[in-house]
T-cell receptor
């Protein structure tokens, strides 16, 4: 049972344009959401997060939007740069579970930013 | 200076063997994790330790045993390796969920 879904396995965007990566979840107990970026042969690196009490969080070129009623979140990258080409994982957690919290990951979306 | 380091990076071994993967973090984090990324690229939690205490143990075969000698180390020992154990194993640490995890670079295990 996949509780976090990224339905687009890949996305190609031109440099300078906006990249929008989507993520859906099914577990209504999730209250904390994160995005990770992964390059080949490296571990995922934390990008940005959002708590369920917010609907938007911004950090430089990266913005995460959360729509709780739709159980949907998205990551916007503006403007996209070639160095953004990587696999992006959406993750979710019940932060209220404290130290027993675990991250549940989606299967990732491969973003390619072309020149 | 690597924050979360795993050794070895690659491990090729025969079915039935016993192997260990080591993980060390120098970030002072209290919580460490083992995740498995299977052939479908699905990252799934296996174990979590907080200050050397096991707090999460997902439905993982008993052949997998984590060991945490201190809060900076979380090793993974696998007995009687099977073909289906082939995957990339990631170690991670965290000071608290608000800050996300810091992952190691992964250990690619291939069982032949």
């Amino acid at each position: 049972d996949q509780q976090v879904k990224q339905n687009s396995p890949s996305l190609s965007v031109q440099e300078g344009r906006i990249s929008i990566l989507n993520c859906d979840y099914t577990n209504s107990m999730f209250d904390y959401f994160l995005w990770y970026k992964k390059y080949p042969a490296e571990g995922p690196t934390f990008l940005i997060s959002i708590s369920s009490i917010k609907d938007k969080n911004e950090d430089g070129r990266f913005t995460v939007f959360l729509n709780k009623s739709a159980k949907h979140l998205s990551l916007h990258i503006v403007p996209s740069q070639p160095g953004d080409s990587a696999v992006y994982f959406c993750a979710a957690s019940e932060r209220s579970a404290g130290t027993a919290s675990k991250l549940t990951f989606g299967t990732g979306t491969r973003l390619q930013v072309t020149l | 200076d690597t924050a979360v380091s795993q050794t070895p990076k690659y491990l090729v071994t025969q079915m039935g063997n016993d192997k260990s993967i080591k993980c060390e973090q120098n970030l002072g984090h209290d919580t460490m994790y083992w995740y498995k990324q299977d052939s479908k690229k699905f990252l799934k939690i296996m174990f979590s330790y907080n200050n050397k205490e096991l707090i999460i143990n997902e439905t993982v075969p008993n052949r997998f045993s984590p060991k945490s000698p201190d809060k900076a180390h979380l090793n993974l020992h696998i007995n009687s390796l099977e073909l289906g154990d082939s995957a990339v194993y990631f170690c991670a640490s965290s000071p608290g969920l608000r800050y996300g995890y810091t992952f190691g670079s992964g250990t690619r295990l291939t069982v032949v």
